[in-house]
């Protein structure tokens, strides 16, 4: 494969895992109000709280592969 070919699968997969991510996030916060104990609901605000960091790092991948596509194509 060449370099761009690359880079559009790997954006590809990072906007999937991207997806995953920015679901489960939501996912885990839908639960929190489930959550009898304050415990259980801090442990669940804080594992959505990652998710979304990923999320963020995730994001930045993506706009960073985005840009390097475009450098190519220019």
């Known amino acids: 494969m ?3 070919t690359d880079l559009r699968a790997e954006l590809r997969q990072v906007e999937i895992d991207l997806a995953n991510v920015r679901k489960t996030a939501a996912d885990i916060r839908a639960g929190v109000g489930e959550a009898d104990d ?4 801090g442990a669940l605000i804080q594992a959505a709280d990652e998710q979304d960091s990923l999320a963020d790092q995730l994001a930045a991948r993506r706009d960073d592969l985005m840009r390097r596509l475009a450098e190519q194509a220019g």
């Open 2 to 4: 060449n370099g761009e």
């Open 38 to 41: 304050p415990a259980d609901r």
